[in-house]
């Protein structure tokens, strides 16, 4: 079973703080990596797919990047908010149309 | 509204008891798949569905079944031989099923958390 790794577990922030957090992957048979968000009380909603070593994808002040030769991926908040608060869920695209999901990271922003 | 709607939201069984868990989509999407995420762990697999009729074992499939009669429609029965069945429960799908890819984006439902007492 592959291992996809994130760090770290949790963070809490200040709003208005920058901050970002990690996705390691097996760097062999790279076929994709998602980032969705979790938010309390609703469903995961997709970020981003990445597929190509060097992507860089940005949605507003969220933005991530992709080294598959590595194996990593970050994601990046600028200037958190309050509303930015969820859980962060990175997954390895499998072969087969199959994600593994990566345990998360909590990000809780205080204002 | 198109989406995913999974019912109940929570649910209660004792020992023993199989209970079965429902997934709708309204989405037209060919595959779908259910996960369990308990603490401290990312979701895992339990069985997915590419098209109609078919299925194939996820990760942890031990103690679970389903079915797939209609392309809408995907419930998971948890048997007794699950030997702990407490968690949470998503239910997801997306667009492709034996043609999609591993770039496709899956949508998911609200989840189901099962106790058992």
């Known amino acids: 079973i592959l291992n996809v790794e994130q760090s770290p577990q949790s963070l809490h922030v200040q709003e208005g703080d920058s901050t970002n957090f990690t996705c390691s992957f097996p760097s062999s048979n790279f076929y994709a990596l998602h980032w969705y968000r979790w938010e309390t009380a609703k469903s995961p909603e997709a970020l981003f797919v990445m597929t190509l070593n060097g992507d860089e994808k940005k949605k507003g002040r969220i933005s991530a990047t992709l080294n598959t030769k590595e194996g990593y991926s970050y994601l990046y908040i600028k200037g958190s908010q309050p509303e930015d608060s969820a859980t962060y869920l990175c997954a390895f695209g499998e072969y087969g149309n199959k994600l593994v999901f990566g345990a998360g990271t909590i990000l809780r922003v205080k204002s | ?117």
């Open chain 2, 1 to 117: 509204d198109g989406g995913i709607t999974q019912s109940p939201k929570y649910l209660f069984r004792k020992e023993g008891q199989n209970v079965t868990l429902s997934c709708e989509q309204n989405l037209n999407h060919d595959a779908m798949y259910w996960y369990r995420q308990d603490p401290g762990q990312g979701l895992r697999l339990i069985y997915y569905s590419q098209i109609v009729n078919d299925f194939q074992k996820g990760d942890i499939a031990e103690g679970y079944s389903v079915s797939r009669e209609k392309k809408e429609s995907f419930p998971l029965t948890v048997t007794s031989a699950q030997k702990n069945p407490t968690a949470f429960y998503l239910c997801a799908s997306s667009p492709a099923g034996t043609s999609g890819s591993n770039t496709d984006t899956q949508y998911f439902g609200p989840g189901t958390r099962l106790t058992v007492l």
